[in-house]
Each structure stands twice: as C-alpha cells, then as structure tokens.
C-alpha cells in the first residue's frame, strides 16, 4: 500500500488549503483514513480521522476550520483547511488503520510508530504566513 499526499503550499492566514492522500494498494475501504501533523520542534499530534461510514472525529484546535472527507472509490482522504492561522504551520501526514484509536488523543502528543499504522504517508509541508 502507498499513500501519497499532496496539496501543501505557502498560504497567508485566513486563506483555505485542500489536502489530497491517494492511495494505492489498498485492499478494502473499510480502513480508516486520516491525517496528521508535526510542527517544527512540536510532537506530531492527530488532527482527524474519517471511517468508511463517514464518521469522522477532529482535534479542538481543527474543529470547525477543518474538514475531513473520502472517495471510497478512489480511496482518497481529503483535508479542507479553512481560516487557516500560523499555528497551522506543520507537516501533514496521511495514514490508515483499522480503526481511529491511534489517532487518540486527537490534538495531543501522539507516539504510536508510524510501523504500528496499517501504512503511512509521505508528508506534505503546508506553511501559513501571519
């Protein structure tokens, strides 16, 4: 299985960004989908986390400006930023599992092995200038 995100880019703040992860490979679409970010000198933490029913979950600091979404038949994950603020200056990261445990605590430091996912996305770099 591969993921491939794209869509990152150089935004001003209050601007909106569409973050795309195709994958490929992937057997079923009953995996999770989701999305993470680390930010220079910070832990990466869990920001959203969409199953194949379309119950997704959000971190605080995304709730509302952030929106989560899937193409079951072209297995990709997408990640609609809206009012985006410098704080959101981070690389993010696409993976699937089998259920949305590994992203918890959404928002908060999360250590889990990027091995434990059932697989794991290049990152791509979106940066916010205030």
């Known amino acids: 299985v591969q993921l491939q995100a794209f869509g990152g880019g150089l935004v001003q703040a209050g601007d909106s960004l569409r973050l795309t992860c195709a994958a490929s490979?992937?057997?079923?679409?009953?995996?999770?989908l989701g999305w993470f970010r680390q930010a220079p000198g910070k832990e990466r933490e869990g920001i959203a986390c969409?199953?194949?029913?379309?119950?997704?979950d959000y971190a605080d600091s995304v709730r509302g400006r952030f929106t989560i979404s899937r193409d079951n038949d072209k297995i990709r994950v997408y990640l609609q930023m809206n009012s985006l603020k410098s704080e959101d200056t981070a690389v993010y990261y696409c993976?699937?599992?089998?259920?949305?445990?590994?992203?918890?605590?959404?928002?908060?430091?999360?250590?889990?092995?990027?091995?434990?996912?059932?697989?794991w996305g290049q990152g791509t770099l979106v940066t916010v200038s205030s």
């Open positions: 993976a699937t599992d089998n259920w949305c445990d590994r992203w918890r605590p959404f928002g908060g430091p999360n250590y889990y092995p990027t091995t434990d996912f059932h697989s």
């Open positions: 490979g992937l057997p079923r679409s009953s995996y999770v």
């Open positions: 969409i199953a194949n029913n379309g119950g997704a």
